[in-house]
């Protein structure tokens, strides 16, 4: 083999190729201590309640959904940010919407929509089920 064929060869993937190829998480190292401290922390309730009796005549439990939040001067600026969402990720499941008409402390009105959604699960590209009972 020449020297003009091998550079013509492909290389293999380096590692910075393969990282930029798995899902980045949006803001960084404590996104994902956060969401773990607080499905904990939510957790731990659950099991207080179930233990102590006190949610016997309730089903209470904990959800690993994500939240998008979608916020306009608005309320069609909110909720075209939400439609916007759902147009260009459609793989994504909304499962619940929540709506706040939000006033700061210079008299400014700001509408939010939080989208709870889920992705597709990689292997067989079906949603799970992200409730975990105590």
Do not use: N
């Not at 939240?67 to 439609?83: I, M």
């Not at 994504?92 to 700001?110: N, P, Y």
């Amino acid at each position: 083999m020449t020297d003009d064929q091998h550079t013509a060869l492909p290389a293999p993937m380096r590692a910075s190729m393969l990282t930029a190829l798995q899902p980045q998480v949006p803001a960084g190292p404590s996104f994902g201590r956060d969401l773990v401290r607080t499905l904990h922390q939510a957790s731990a309730v659950v099991v207080g309640l179930a233990s102590g009796g006190e949610a016997a005549c309730s089903d209470v439990e904990v959800s690993a959904f994500g939240a998008v939040v979608c916020t306009g001067d608005t309320p069609a600026d909110a909720l075209e940010a939400a439609a916007a969402v759902a147009r260009r990720a459609p793989l994504l499941e909304i499962h619940a919407l929540v709506w706040a008409r939000v006033e700061g402390d210079d008299s400014a009105v700001e509408y939010k929509i939080t989208m709870t959604v889920s992705a597709p699960e990689p292997g067989v590209g079906e949603h799970g089920d992200f409730r975990h009972r105590a």
